[in-house]
Nanobody, 116 residues
Framework: QVQLVESGGGLVQAGGSLRLSCVAS????????MGWYRQAPGKERELVAD???????NYADSVQGRFTISRDNAKNTAFLQMNSLKPEDTAVYFC??????????WGQGTQVTVSS
């Protein structure tokens, strides 16, 4: 089992920045990729960015160049630095991890609201 706890969400004006954190606990040695997803009201959950244990990253086109995902394997933590935020970035942001055994775990989510 892996537990994920997100933090760092909040209310910010358009053009502003936020940094999300996701701390993993439990069977941390099984963790491979960590990622951030988001879900806006009335929309499906979508990938924002993910990163493998080795540091390879992948971004949604909508956030490329504005968001940066990183991780600190020693602290079992993933980060999402979000710059130049737009109102359309408003959503609940979820941390997700996949293990080497093919299991997926989700955090509870953190609300990000960008005002225009």
């Amino acid at each position: 089992q892996v537990q994920l706890v997100e933090s760092g969400g909040g209310l910010v004006q358009a053009g502003g920045s936020l940094r999300l954190s996701c701390v993993a606990s439990g069977n941390i040695f099984s963790i491979n990729a960590m990622g951030w997803y988001r879900q806006a009201p009335g929309k499906e959950r979508e990938l924002v960015a993910d990163i493998t244990r080795g540091g390879s990253t992948n971004y949604a086109d909508s956030v490329q160049g504005r968001f940066t995902i990183s991780r600190d394997n020693a602290k079992n933590t993933a980060f999402l630095q979000m710059n130049s935020l737009k109102p359309e970035d408003t959503a609940v942001y979820f941390c997700r991890t996949t293990t080497y055994f093919g299991r997926t775990y989700w955090g509870q989510g953190t609300q990000v609201t960008v005002s225009s």
